[in-house]
């Protein structure tokens, strides 16, 4: 109620101060104008697309701005606001263009921050780090604005890197069968791959009544999340039309799919109520009647007070791997995962510093075979905003994560998605270009891709494993071992030994690695080969004496 006063005097404020700059522009001149809107209107309608703007209404916004534009088509305030709306629709070639119509009739009107951000996410590198390195001058060194640009910048290169080697991969849009001129995203299929879940924010979103909008006008104005079924259409050779999921398991507020069950009689569902912050629910399916029944909230301690989201889990059913954001974390949202006790989960543990980071990791999957775990995060090197990342469960170590590289990863973000039990298919939602709406869900071909489609029964990575002890034979603790790729030379991981002088680190397999191991001023290095063993463990020993 409070809020909803705010924003009706806030409103009434809006329209006095139009009221106000008209009576005194008028007093001054005649400013009726052609376009149809009274060119004295355009500060007020510029503020009230700036709240709109904040308020997160980015339509609102716009058709503000647009009525602006209708009467002053080089207003470089209102330009560059349109810019800013569909940059966070994710419309991006459209801010480019109305950023550039903008610069043309005021350069002072943008931020180099921006300008090189509408360039990094139109793939546009060297004009971003161009605009990055720019900004980056105008600003501290110690600020977090100079910060941000820097790691902004890193992205960049890191893109030019992966797109000068892309992955021989097919991807293909789904089609207006599962997409729609909205937001589309977590594709979760089942084993046999014949039933396809998915997240939608259409308008015909479950509704209070049949006068409710089903927009969340405390949010971001958009409408509420629902679950989709689609069916394949074996036939066809294709999926068939997406439909609401029937039954209790759609409601007026935000419903999300997590992961649907691999035998398709239940999924994971996310809902976020006005009493809660996000939590975790299951949601069973009727075989019989076509139906989901209402989603029941999963217990503690996999829920918390805190936000919880995505969730997979192992074929056998006895581990769940899901994202939280409590604050023992490490960051954000980082990844947990909790073992079967009877019918309930045992108490989450973290998986690990080797995955977890100190930024946002945010969807999680684990692979049938139970060792393999792909995750979506920020804060591993990627190409911007979130990439999707691969580890593996060596010897009961976390790999170090690799970039499943470009164009399944891009210049914007990927994080949702599902691998199929044969894994050939991969079905993801992005921003790839000539989509339907702001994000589609796309089918992806991995068969000539190893790194995604093979070795899951051997495995694709191996272990390091490296002792470091002194003249005397003792363990030496707290010695630092880099790993470098010999190829791109870039810094894989870093660790230190432990108190028995190891440093234990698994890798991609069928690599080069050069390893360095320093202890204060004293370096030693080693370069070497990690062929994949057909059977057997993969291991590389490494002993330093210093």
């Known amino acids: 109620m409070v809020i909803l006063q705010k924003k009706i005097m806030l409103s009434r404020l809006i329209l006095f101060l139009a009221w106000s700059v008209s009576t005194v522009c008028s007093a001054q001149k005649d400013t009726t104008s052609t376009g149809g809107l009274d060119g004295a209107m355009v500060p007020a309608k510029i503020l009230a697309a700036r709240h709109e703007y904040n308020s997160n209404n980015m339509r609102g916004a ?77 600003v501290g060194k110690n600020s977090s604005d100079y910060l941000d640009a820097q790691e902004y910048i890193a992205q960049c290169l890191f893109a030019k890197e992966l797109m000068a080697r892309p992955a021989k991969v097919d991807i293909t849009n789904l089609g207006d069968a599962i997409n729609s001129r909205f937001d589309d995203y977590t594709p979760s299929i089942t084993a046999d791959g014949k039933r396809l879940v998915f997240t939608a924010r259409r308008s015909d979103t479950t509704k209070w009544t049949d006068e409710d909008n089903g927009i969340d006008e405390k949010g971001d104005y958009k409408f509420f999340e629902d679950i989709y079924v689609s069916d394949y259409d074996e036939a066809a050779g294709e999926w068939g039309q997406s439909v609401k999921a029937e039954g209790k398991v759609n409601t007026p507020l935000y419903d999300a799919v997590l992961s649907i069950f691999p035998d398709g009689s239940g999924m994971y569902v996310y809902r976020n109520t006005v009493s809660t912050t996000g939590d975790i629910y299951v949601s069973k399916y009727n075989k019989a009647s076509n139906e989901w029944r209402e989603a029941e909230k999963m217990d503690r301690p996999v829920n918390t007070s805190y936000f919880e989201s995505s969730i997979s889990m ?233």
């Open 314 to 546: 192992t074929a056998d059913g006895n581990t769940i791997y899901f994202i939280s954001e409590r604050p023992e974390g490490m960051g954000q949202g980082d990844i947990y995962y909790s073992v079967k006790k009877g019918d309930k989960w045992s108490n989450p543990k973290s998986i690990g510093k080797v995955i977890n980071t100190d930024r946002d990791e945010k969807f999680v999957f684990i692979h049938p075979n139970g060792k393999t775990l792909y995750f979506s995060s920020n804060g591993h090197p990627g190409m911007g905003s979130y990439d999707i990342f691969k580890t593996e469960l060596v010897n009961n170590e976390w790999s170090v994560p690799v970039n499943v590289g470009y164009p399944i990863n891009t210049v914007n973000e990927e994080s949702t998605f599902s691998l199929t039990s044969d894994n050939k298919t991969l079905y993801i939602a992005a921003e790839y270009e000539k989509g339907f709406g702001e994000r589609d869900i796309y089918k992806i071909d991995l068969s000539d891709y190893p790194l995604l489609s093979s070795g899951y029964e051997t495995g694709s990575f191996g272990q390091v494993i490296c002792t470091v002890v002194d003249t005397k034979g003792e363990f030496i603790k707290g010695a630092t071992v880099k790993i470098y790729n010999t190829i791109t030379g870039k810094l894989v991981t870093e660790v230190r030994t432990d108190k028995l002088g190891r440093a234990k680190i698994s890798l991609q397999a069928d690599q080069n690695y050069k390893a360095e191991i320093t202890l204060d001023d004293m370096v030693k290095s080693e370069i070497f080969e990690l062929p994949m063993t057909k059977t057997g463990p993969t291991i590389h020993k490494i002993d330093v004496v210093f």
């Open 62 to 138: 716009l058709n503000l701005y647009r009525e602006v534009l209708s009467t002053d088509s080089k207003n470089a305030t209102a330009l560059y606001g349109t810019a800013q709306c569909h940059y966070n629709l994710k419309k991006y070639p459209l801010a480019l263009d109305y950023l550039r119509k903008a610069i043309s009739n005021n350069k002072a009107v943008a931020s180099d921050l921006f300008i090189g951000q509408i360039f990094h996410r139109t793939a546009q590198l060297d004009s971003a780090i161009f605009y990055y390195t720019k900004f980056s001058a105008s």
